[in-house]
């Protein structure tokens, strides 16, 4: 009985650190950190040079499977050393998910996106290539 | 019989075997992003008679009419000259007062994102009610366009055949109307196909005898475009601009120490503008094209930054660059190919490098960019 409920009680815990980024639709990339998880789509789903385009996201923690309390993103350009003309607005859309509006690649090329996962703890920066045709 | 003069006389006229490069796929790819062109035209949702035939009429006669300007003697075309591919050929503008920049065509506006060298204006309105009030150019003001629009009995009636109702007694309203309509008539002005456009599309569809007609010296030319000169990476798409703003070396000092700032004051004027599409003159309620204003920062590296131009009809738009500095699409030319970094801000994008191109090289690149214009006139 004791070994049953030990069982149980594991079980339990793990579902409830589970962290799986409770994004609507087929995400274009997933990045696994040493904290977090996040997955992210674009909308439109292709990317153009000159285009406006808007990001959903969401994360989790690894630890406890939480929300993070706050996403900021951005993208720049490596190579370049330069980022977008545009800084991109993030609204919450529920716990652990949001919809970053307002950015736009000026140019093709090796693009970065960007992700500050902000907490209790310290920031946490996620990034993801991105190659512009 | 062909006697031997006569078969050296046709050998000598004969012309030269069409020729065409053996592009790579991935070149292919990037010259088809240049296409297909006219580009697909949809009306301005921020201007209610974008595309209004009654408006674009009344803005070809308010482009034409003098009386709009402050002594009834400058017209918007008096800059922007038809015969001209809509821009004066002077390095600088001048009209009342002379000023900094270089005037630009008004074809193919309407596939701007920002309007102006310093892109101050979101909006085609916007920026045509600038000139309107500045008092270097036309001198104007909002009563006297809108007395101009109520008094003159054909205005007025073109502008309730525009708008569907009499100029209202706001001045600043029928100013505004009076840009929409300005605005419509100049959506209207797309250049035509040009024979790198013959030659895209022959790419496109597998003719290589139609392409192989497009100039050797051209196709040349087009590879450096695509390739090493990096010209593509800003000069982008169908209408040869990505529609942002660089700093490509020329110098920003206008006068003793006074400096254009380029898109930094550009930005710092668009968040101020009355007229921008996040103000109540925008006529679409819900804002759908308002997103860049919203989120356009300004950022150190801006400084000295001006409007990637279209490269469409360029060969027909000399003198070039921000400031009509260069006075022929070599000195561009050469301007790119030795390039001063030094001159670069220092945040500037290293895109730009000094290409050292030879004279051959030169010369193709510029019978490429002549490629991309419209045959002139006879």
Redesign the interface.
Known sequence: MKRLLAGALLAAADLCGACEPALEGAPLARIDSPRHVLAFRTEPARIA??E?FALLVAACRKDDGRPPPELRVDAHMP?????M?????VRPLAPGRWRA??L?F????DWEFLFDLRGDGPTERLSYPYRL? | MISRSLLALLCVAAPAAAELLPFTDAEVRRILSHGPWPMAWMPDPSNRVSGNAAAIALGRELFFEPRLSGDGSVRCASCHIEARAWQDGRATAAAFAPLERNTPSVHNVRFNRWFGWDGAQDNLWAQSIRPLLDPREMRSNATRVARLLREDAALRARYEAAFGAAPPDDDEAVLVDAAKALAAFQETLVTGRTPFDEFRDALARGDRDAAARYPLAAQRGLRIFIGKGNCSVCHFGPNFTNGEFADVGVPFFVARGAVDSGRHGGIRALKASRYNLLSRWNDDPIRSTAAKTRHVVAQHRNFGEFRVPSLRNVALTAPYMHNGRLATLHDVVRHYSEIDLDRLHTDGERILQPLHLDAREIDDLVAFLESLSEARAP
């Not at chain 1, 190579?79 to 980022?83: D, T």
């Not at chain 1, 003309?85 to 607005?89: C, D, F, L, R």
């Not at chain 1, 000026?106 to 090329?109: E, L, N, R």
């Open positions: 040079v000159g406006h190579a370049h050393r330069h980022g003309n545009y800084a991109a607005s509006e307002g736009l000026h140019m093709p090329g045709e």
